[in-house]
């Protein structure tokens, strides 16, 4: 394919941007990072899909909608503001785009569980024109329910995960046949907190640790769960418990691509990366943002899905490809913070030919 035409460049980022006085260790450096995210990182994309930028009791958001739209980001959609009285806090969601949204909706998720009941999180649609306006992006974000400490597939936090990822595969249903024309790409971006690493060492004898690229070739259980439940082909019950009826079964099926997975051929750490010493001692990459019970637990649990099965069939003839996807660790060099959070984001881009 020669790509000859336009190229659109897409972030997801959690920003790990939480409500004021909420803080892991000394300090989360909230106005000191989205500065640096402001000054050195949003202007290299077009679209660019936040998690964890919360509203609630902070002018952040504002902050950032102001700066974004004097570097050309005109555009966004974002999570509904909440208020004291509505025992909550916002989801945290925001889109900004370059380019004109012109359709755009959301959908507010059962509440979670534990610490997670707090904050209304969902999904953000926005459905963006490109420049000529003959194609548009069908662009997704989402947050789902987190789990603290170590991950068991039969917890109630993994079933509620699941249940709110079956909402965004019926969410899929209502907005595609309403929006997508024949052709036209569909992204799915977030932190979707679902591990898809198996953390299962391969050559244990050897290596004591687990590696990013060798051990991360197998999908986990939750991971593939996960996409069967966004498809819409749903799983066996029993997977998570066998008390459990549900099958998360939807009524329409969506070949969606694990981006990430089949460009690089592993599942890349985006939480809780680590470094390996000289002497093979294992140290966390980042200790300012992340609790020390997560500092090291190499989780893959940032995404790009890709959708386009009649990538031919668009109307004017122009095919959209997924050109590049990576992740992108956004390093905070001579800071008192060494990234921009404790997630590291996800980038791709789109060529459209």
């Known amino acids: 394919m020669t790509n000859s035409g336009p190229r659109l460049r897409i972030l997801t980022q959690n920003m790990f941007m939480r409500p004021p006085l909420v803080k892991t260790n000394k300090s989360d450096w909230k106005d000191e990072r989205l500065d640096y995210f402001i000054d050195h990182i949003l202007d290299n994309y077009d679209v660019v899909c936040l998690q964890e930028m919360f509203e609630f009791a902070s002018s952040r958001r504002s902050r950032l909608f102001a700066a974004a739209e004097k570097l050309g980001f005109k555009f966004y959609v974002a999570?509904?503001?909440?208020?004291?009285?509505n025992l909550a806090i916002d989801g945290g969601l925001v889109v900004l785009s370059r380019y004109p949204i012109v359709e755009s909706d959301s959908f507010e998720y059962q509440r979670g569980i534990g610490p997670d009941w707090m904050a209304k999180k969902g999904v953000l649609y926005a459905k963006i024109a490109m420049a000529d306006g003959d194609t548009h992006v069908h662009l997704f974000t989402t947050h789902t329910q987190a789990s603290?400490?170590?991950?068991?597939i039969t917890q109630p936090d993994v079933k509620r995960r699941l249940s709110q990822l079956f909402e965004f595969h019926n969410?899929?249903?209502r907005i595609l046949p309403k929006h997508r024309a024949a052709g036209e790409a569909v992204v799915l971006t977030g932190d979707f907190n679902v591990d898809s690493r198996d953390h299962v060492l391969r050559d244990p004898t050897k290596v004591k640790y687990e590696r990013e690229v060798e051990d991360g070739v197998?999908?986990?259980d939750e991971g593939k769960a996960m996409m069967a439940v966004l498809e819409g082909r749903g799983i066996d019950p029993k997977v998570l418990?066998?008390?459990?009826?549900?099958?998360?079964r939807g009524k329409t099926i969506y070949a969606l691509h694990d981006a990430l997975k089949e460009r690089l051929g592993y599942h890349p750490v985006t939480f809780g990366n680590i470094v390996v010493a000289k002497d093979g001692n294992v140290l966390p990459r980042e200790t300012v943002l992340t609790t020390r019970l997560d500092s090291?637990?190499?989780?893959?649990?940032?995404?790009?899905?890709?959708y386009n099965p009649d990538s031919?069939?668009?109307k004017s003839s122009i095919v959209a490809e997924l050109v590049n996807v990576g992740v992108v660790p956004n390093f905070t060099p001579d800071r008192e913070f060494t990234q921009i959070s404790d997630h590291y984001g996800v980038a791709a881009e789109i060529a459209f030919n």
């Open 171 to 173: 969410f899929l249903e």
């Open 218 to 220: 197998e999908t986990s």
């Open 79 to 85: 999570s509904q503001r909440q208020y004291p009285w």
């Open 241 to 248: 418990g066998p008390d459990n009826t549900d099958e998360f």
């Open 296 to 306: 090291t637990v190499m989780h893959s649990i940032d995404y790009v899905l890709w």
């Open 312 to 314: 031919k069939e668009h």
């Open 148 to 152: 603290y400490g170590e991950v068991v």
